[in-house]
């Protein structure tokens, strides 16, 4: 029994200490020892390796965002990844045709632009002109897209409701706490 109980522990000490072991394996006393140290270390080991795991999974919590500018910002200068331009011109050329390069106001709209979502209205606004309005491009194909899924993306990522409930759309970026909760007002 005892001699079995040995070599388990043997076993478990083995891949950790192996040299170790090596060294001490003539004298009885010393290699009872040497085993008991080295089970001790390598739950020490193993403990630090979860805390280090742990540790880095807590560095970087969830943190919603809100509004087009919270994502849709110049992330490649190369591509233009992700502007609303880029968004623009790649979702034309999907569909075989050139997305403009200018808004009426004379704003450029190149992939790298940083451009805001009020331009693009002057355009996109229900009725404005004969192309499809926002509202019908961002709510399917944001709905549908596995990578807005991964942001925890719904409806409040563009979205706050007014008091006479009117979804108001969030254009720049705004700024939340961990929850998604917009700051307080201040008292005065
Ligand atoms: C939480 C991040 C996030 C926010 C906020 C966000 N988007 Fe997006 N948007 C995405 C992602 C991710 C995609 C890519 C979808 C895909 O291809 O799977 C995308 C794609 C798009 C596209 C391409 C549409 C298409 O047909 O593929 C447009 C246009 C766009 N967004 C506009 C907007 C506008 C306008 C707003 C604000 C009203 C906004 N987005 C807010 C993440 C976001
Ligand atoms: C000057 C008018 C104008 C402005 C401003 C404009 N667009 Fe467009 N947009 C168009 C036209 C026109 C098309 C359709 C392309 C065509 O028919 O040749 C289009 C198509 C799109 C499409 C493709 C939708 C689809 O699935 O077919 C997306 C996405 C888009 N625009 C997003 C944007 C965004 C985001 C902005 C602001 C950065 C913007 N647009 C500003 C005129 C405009
Ligand atoms: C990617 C950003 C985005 C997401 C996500 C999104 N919306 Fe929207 N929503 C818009 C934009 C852009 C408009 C058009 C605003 C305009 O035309 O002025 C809009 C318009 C609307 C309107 C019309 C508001 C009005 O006064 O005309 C309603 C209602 C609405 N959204 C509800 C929702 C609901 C419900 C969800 C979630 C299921 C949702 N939206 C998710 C961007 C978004």
Not at 115 to 125: D, I, Q, R, S, Y
């Amino acid at each position: 029994m005892k001699h079995i109980a040995r070599s388990l522990i043997l076993l478990l000490a083995v891949p950790l200490v192996g040299a170790l072991l090596v060294a001490c394996g003539g004298n009885d006393e010393e290699e009872n020892a040497a085993p008991a140290a080295a089970n001790e270390e390598a739950a020490a080991t193993e403990a630090e390796a979860e805390a280090v795991v742990a540790e880095e999974e807590e560095e970087e919590p969830f943190q919603p965002r809100r509004g087009c500018a919270a994502c849709h910002t110049l992330r490649e200068p190369d591509t233009g990844k992700y502007t609303l331009p880029y968004e623009a011109h790649v979702r034309t050329e999907a569909r075989g045709l050139r997305h403009p390069d200018v808004a009426l106001d004379g704003t450029s709209m190149a992939r790298t632009d940083e451009v805001a979502l009020e331009t693009c209205m002057g355009c996109h606004a229900p009725g404005a002109a004969p192309v499809l309005s926002m509202r019908q491009i961002v709510h399917p194909a944001h709905a549908f897209s596995e990578h807005f899924g991964d942001d925890r993306g719904n409806c409040f990522s563009c979205h706050t409701v007014s008091p006479d409930g009117t979804f108001e759309v969030i254009s720049g970026s705004l700024e939340i706490n961990e929850k998604g909760v917009p700051a307080p007002p201040t008292a005065e």
